[in-house]
Structures are given as structure tokens and as C-alpha cells.
């Protein structure tokens, strides 16, 4: 079975620029969550979603957006990049069938903002 | 404030011996814990739980300790291997809340020589 897959693996943007990150999660997953991890530092939680809704937000600004299709894969958006945006960017899934599912991760997207 | 804390960045441990990965949470209203381990390139795999119900979780070679009173967590590993080499997160979680919403510390880069 194919686990929780994000494209792209590497990216480069400059500042100002903006960014989609996409995510396949692992079939038959409903609810997809966006991490962003800095280096040197653990995952930091930005959005949740859960059949097409948001149902978590973290503490990041409105440049940062985020939605989930009919097949429950997401994308997350980022507007007018800085350069602290750079970082490893982790989607993860869970069946969401009960208070505390495991959250399975995907490889994640290394962004790179010069 | 960092909510979760692993104060030892990196672990050096002999093959064959106890590995004991450590953390601590300000919040009491956590009620759900886990360990992820990262290996580089890869997405955080997840290694084990605990519910604020219970004090201990086995595992195999893996045991999770779990001191309410205290507000700490720890990780044992025995015996440990060279494949364990990896970064391992402990994370927190709200039971029933944002499932999303794991609360992850810094991590602890264990490394077992062989």
C-alpha cells in the first residue's frame, strides 16, 4: 500500500513568490494535517483538515493557506514568501475514527526561499 | 514557552545497552503522548504511545514511561541497535481535540555504536 505521498520533494523560490505544496494521503484517509519543521526544531502544526473542512489551525499567518478536495488529497499555499519560510514541509493522514488516531507522514517538501 | 521540551539534543549509547530518551510538558491537560522517529529524507515514523490513563506502554524493544505527576515522559530502548540511530520526537496531544494538533519538542539525535 502506498503510504502518504507530497510532491514536490525540493523546491527554490525567491522572496515575494508564492508556493503550492501538494499531498496524497493514504487511501481510504480522511483527514490530512500540514507541519512545518525549521531546522533544529520539531514539527510545528499549521492546518488540519477533515472532510474538506479546516478543522485546526496553528499559529501562522494568512500568507498560509490550505485545502482538501473531494478525493481528500490537500494543498497548502503559501503567499509572499520570506525567507523564514524555508523549511522541511510535512503533510500527514489519519483515518480519523477516533479521539487519537496515529497521523502517518509523508516525506515531505524542502523548500528553499533565497 | 516551548510546551514540550527535550532538554539533550543527541544520545550516545553502545550497541546491546539501554537507550532512555526524555521529556517534559508544562501542561497538565494533555492527555496523550507519543514518540515519532525521524531518519534523514524520511517523514517522522510513529514508535509508540501512552494515554494519560496508563504509566507504562510495551512495545518489543520499546517502552514508553509516562510520570503525571511530574509531567515527564521517557523512551527506553532495549537493547539497543544501530538501525535506532535516528532522531526521535516526543509529541502531545489533546485527547479527542484537533487530532491534527500534535505538539512536538525539538528532538533527541540518538546515535548506537556498534
Known amino acids: 500500500d502506498a503510504g502518504v505521498t507530497q510532491s514536490p520533494t525540493h523546491l527554490i523560490k525567491t522572496r515575494g513568490q508564492h508556493v503550492t505544496l501538494r499531498c496524497s494521503p493514504i487511501?481510504?484517509?480522511?483527514?490530512v494535517s500540514w507541519y512545518q519543521q525549521v531546522l533544529g526544531q520539531g514539527p510545528q502544526f499549521i492546518f488540519q483538515y477533515y472532510e474538506k473542512e479546516e478543522r485546526g489551525r496553528g499559529n501562522f499567518p494568512d500568507r498560509f493557506s490550505a485545502r482538501q478536495f473531494p478525493n481528500y488529497s490537500s494543498e497548502l499555499n503559501v503567499n509572499a514568501l520570506l525567507l523564514g519560510d524555508s523549511a522541511l514541509y510535512l503533510c500527514a493522514s489519519s483515518p480519523w475514527t477516533s479521539g487519537s488516531d496515529e497521523q502517518f507522514f509523508g516525506p515531505g517538501t524542502r523548500l528553499t526561499v533565497l | 514557552d516551548q510546551q514540550v521540551k527535550q532538554n539533550s539534543p543527541s544520545l550516545s549509547v553502545q550497541e546491546g545497552r539501554i537507550s532512555i530518551l526524555n521529556c517534559d510538558y508544562t501542561n497538565s491537560m494533555f492527555d496523550y503522548f507519543l514518540w515519532y522517529k525521524k531518519y534523514p529524507a524520511e517523514g517522522p515514523t510513529f514508535l509508540i504511545s501512552?494515554?494519560?490513563?496508563?504509566d507504562k506502554n510495551e512495545d518489543g524493544r520499546f517502552t514508553v514511561f509516562l510520570n503525571k505527576s511530574a509531567k515527564h515522559l521517557s523512551l527506553h530502548i532495549v537493547p539497543s541497535q544501530p538501525g535506532d540511530s535516528a532522531v526521535y520526537f516526543c509529541?502531545?496531544?489533546?485527547?479527542?481535540?484537533?487530532?491534527?494538533?500534535?505538539?512536538f519538542g525539538k528532538g533527541t539525535k540518538l546515535s548506537v555504536k556498534p
Open positions: 501512552i494515554s494519560s490513563i496508563k
Open positions: 487511501s481510504g484517509h480522511k483527514s
Open positions: 509529541a502531545v496531544q489533546y485527547y479527542g481535540g484537533s487530532q491534527g494538533n500534535l505538539i
